[in-house]
């Protein structure tokens, strides 16, 4: 049964509301242009997509991709930095804390989506204006893209949705380069599929339309660990995992093989200091095995401004309320490593 709560404004309204001035609009079509030539093998640069497992506060958000502005300066010869501001929370169990979309503000426990979309629009645009840095989200809800999808330059699909065809068909649509995580249980075979369907034309019912693509050649892989039958991870980031992925990427043909791979999550059992090992590893591999290195495009880390997690009630600025994050001071320092070894 379901129960009407209220009618949202549409897409067009939303964007009228909250918008990119003419300045911002262009640093976000450049960005979305560098990012695309790394997926496409065109600029030998190491994408890294960083930041807080979700986004639940503007003004520490802000802070942080700040702070990230003043490290990509100085190692943008060697990475692009993308920061994660992921605002929409997928939960295994449908409970919990499910993102800004739903509560703008997590204490007060209020849904309110048309708050929502709008306060997102609000601090995306306020990362850029800020920081210069257009942002990367998840895209949960299909439907939900069109509301923001003028102010992002990445979109990633989590594990759960990967398999899912309207998910597909969406990033088929999409202007910009979109991930495709590997399902929960690991499978390369459904992954591939899932690239493959969304870098070739479809045509499919969008919103109240009949709609048309053209397909995304940027469509790509990220690697994320998988979970087994018995509930434990399974991690995909050595070397003998990600060549396995890159000869089914060769066997299917698919356009710019591309895999990002995602430090944390089951690739690091959700522990966030790990990922500083993960990536090392990553990175060393990257820099000693020529067709490891072509093939892997970009990191992902889960990072905020305070080590560790709290709970939604939790009032510790920059610290996360949903999974464990790795800190400013570690990710910075880890950032640099990384480009030393580049």
């Known amino acids: 049964m379901f129960e009407e709560v209220r009618t949202i404004i549409t897409p067009e309204e939303a964007r009228k509301a909250v918008c990119l001035d003419e300045k911002s609009q262009k640093i976000k079509l450049r960005r979305d242009g560098e990012i695309k030539n790394i997926i496409a093998g065109r600029d030998s640069r190491l994408l890294l997509i960083v930041g807080p497992c979700s986004a639940d506060n503007e003004d520490s958000v802000c802070d942080y991709c700040n702070r990230l502005a003043g490290v990509s300066e100085k190692v943008k010869d060697k990475i692009f930095i993308v920061p994660r501001i992921y605002t929409n929370k997928p939960r295994t169990r449908g409970e919990g804390y499910k993102g800004m979309l739903h509560s703008p503000d997590p204490h007060k426990k209020v849904t309110d989506i048309q708050a929502g979309i709008l306060a997102i629009r609000r601090m995306y645009v306020r990362v850029m204006h800020e920081s210069g840095l257009s942002a990367a989200d998840e895209m ?8 923001c999808d003028d102010l992002l330059s990445y ?10 065809q309207q998910h597909r068909l969406v990033a088929s649509g999409s202007d910009t380069c979109v991930g495709f995580k590997n399902p929960m249980n690991g499978s390369l075979s459904v992954l591939i599929n899932s690239i493959y369907a969304a870098q070739i034309p479809n045509e499919f019912k969008y919103l109240n339309k009949q709609v048309r693509t053209t397909g995304n050649e940027y469509a790509h892989a990220i690697l994320r660990g998988s979970v087994d039958a018995s509930g434990r991870n399974v991690p995909n ?16 043909g698919l356009k710019n093989a591309a895999v990002v791979i995602d430090a944390n999550h089951s690739n690091s059992g959700k522990r966030p200091f790990e990922q500083i090992r993960i990536a090392k590893e990553i990175i060393g591999n990257k820099t000693s095995y020529r067709a490891f290195g072509m093939f892997v495009k970009g990191l992902m880390i889960e990072s905020y401004i305070e080590d560790g997690n709290q709970s939604p009630d939790g009032n510790v600025y920059g610290k996360s309320i949903t999974d464990a994050c790795l800190g400013w001071e570690k990710t910075e320092r880890l950032i640099y490593d990384i480009a030393e070894k580049l």
Do not use: K
Request: aromatic share 14%; net charge negative.
């Open 237 to 252: 980031y050595h070397y003998e995992d990600v060549m396995q992925l890159a000869e089914l990427y060769a066997e299917q």
């Open 155 to 164: 979109t990633a699909v989590g594990a759960r949705s990967t398999e899912n």
């Open 140 to 147: 949960l809800y299909p439907e939900n893209t069109v509301y």
